[in-house]
């Protein structure tokens, strides 16, 4: 079997795990220890994200012709591809935190829904809340009037009775 026939199947697996994805992050994965590296992997998989190492010559394939086209410029040393389908900013978010007890490990540069960022684009998005919280926060904030108004009604009442 020719070589290009051993490799075409690892470029379709990488090219069908990115299409229609929300983002996809490039992390050089030096300096990670094995526990740590098993304890991302397991924190990626829960969040439903798919985290794999695959080679540089095989990613520059795949991405040929895709809006991650532009992650090629990075492709160097041990890297590998943290892909989400759901969550735009999930990858970034658990990445960084590990990020932070591996020096030697970091974000490159990503693809959020279409748009390529830096390592700098990438690290800020790390920073956004999750959906979850974002709409914790939005419905904490449009019941805070309505339960101040209940409140102070209640007080009212209150005072009204005690006359």
Do not use: W
């Not at 098993?38 to 895709?66: C, H, P, S, W």
């Not at 390592?119 to 904490?140: Q, Y």
């Amino acid at each position: 079997m020719a070589k290009v026939e051993l490799k075409k199947p690892i470029v379709e697996e990488i090219s069908a795990n990115i299409k229609d994805a929300e983002s996809i992050i490039l992390v050089h994965y030096s300096g990670i220890t094995v526990e740590a590296d098993t304890q991302l992997r397991k924190e990626l998989r829960e969040a439903g994200i798919v985290y794999k190492v695959y080679k540089n010559t095989m990613m520059n394939f795949a991405f040929k012709d895709t809006p991650c086209e532009a992650l090629t410029q990075h492709l160097e040393g041990p890297n590998a591809l943290a892909i989400s389908k759901t969550d735009a900013t999930a990858a970034a978010r658990i990445i960084s935190g590990y990020a932070k007890k591996a020096p030697t490990m970091k974000m490159l540069a990503g693809v959020v829904e279409g748009t390529y960022y830096d390592e700098n684009g990438v690290a800020a998005l790390a920073t956004i809340p999750s959906r979850d919280e974002l709409l914790g926060k939005l419905l904490g904030s449009i019941q805070s009037p309505v339960a101040n108004l209940a409140r102070v009604l209640n007080q009212i009442a209150e005072a009204k009775a005690a006359e």
